[in-house]
């Protein structure tokens, strides 16, 4: 079975700020791992991946992760964050491979961007 | 391309009444579908998932049910709500090729409250 740890419920950082919202997993076996935004009452959207490869990743819109096998984390950075990036942010995992695998998410990091 | 609804996307329900969700996928065949709910400080719960029609597996015995009656219908049901099934409901699907096989994609979600 996989976990994740989400270790900040809320990040409150100032507009034009670094920030980095951090993820730890446990699992005994190779995993892909995946975080989501959400918007107030929205759905999730998928944000960025990792499945295999650089162990850098990065979406459209600024933001990165980076896997790190031996410290188990994923955690996701934006070097400037802007008013539109205040979300909740999921991080997830699931076992590597094509079989009918359930993801697990961490509980949520609501990131609030203050002006 | 693939397409997720979910609906209502509000209900406002008093206690004891029962409950339908619905939601359907398009573009797509044979997905698996998920149901979620999310509750204010607990993440995200996975209540039930379905790998095909009529295949139903339940994470966390309660007090709803879920039935998949056609490949790209899921159905989220209660016969007698509680005060405690108030949350966000959402609806998820993934795939069974490249590139959806690797992450879900999330409905819109319905804010429940039951009163």
């Not at chain 2, 619905?22 to 209540?47: F, H």
Request: hydrophobic share 35%; aromatic share 12%.
């Amino acid at each position: 079975a996989q976990s994740v740890t989400q270790l900040d419920s809320q990040v409150p950082v100032f507009e034009e700020a670094p920030v980095e919202l951090r993820c730890n997993y446990s699992s005994s076996v190779s995993v892909y791992l995946f975080w989501y935004v959400q918007y107030p009452n929205q759905g999730l959207q998928l944000l960025l991946k990792y499945l295999s490869g650089s162990t850098l990743v990065e979406s459209i819109n600024g933001f990165e992760a980076e896997f790190n096998k031996s410290q188990t984390s994923f955690h996701l950075r934006k070097p400037s964050v802007h008013i539109s990036d205040t979300a909740e942010y999921f991080c997830a995992v699931r076992p590597s491979g094509a079989g009918s695998y359930q993801l697990t998410f961490g509980k949520g990091t609501k990131l609030s961007v203050i002006p | 391309s693939q397409t997720i609804h979910q609906w209502p996307a509000t209900l406002v329900q008093p206690v004891g009444s029962p409950l339908s969700l619905e939601c359907t996928v398009e573009g797509t065949s044979n997905p698996n579908l998920y149901w979620y709910r999310q509750a204010a400080g607990r993440g995200l719960q996975l209540l039930f998932y379905s790998v095909g029609i009529g295949q139903i597996s339940s994470e966390v015995p309660q007090n709803l049910s879920a039935s998949r009656p056609q490949d790209r219908q899921f159905i989220l049901s209660s016969k007698k709500l509680l005060l405690s099934d108030s949350g966000f409901y959402l609806c998820a699907w993934r795939g069974r090729q490249v590139p959806s096989l690797y992450g879900y994609t999330f409905g819109s979600g319905t804010r429940l409250t039951v009163v």
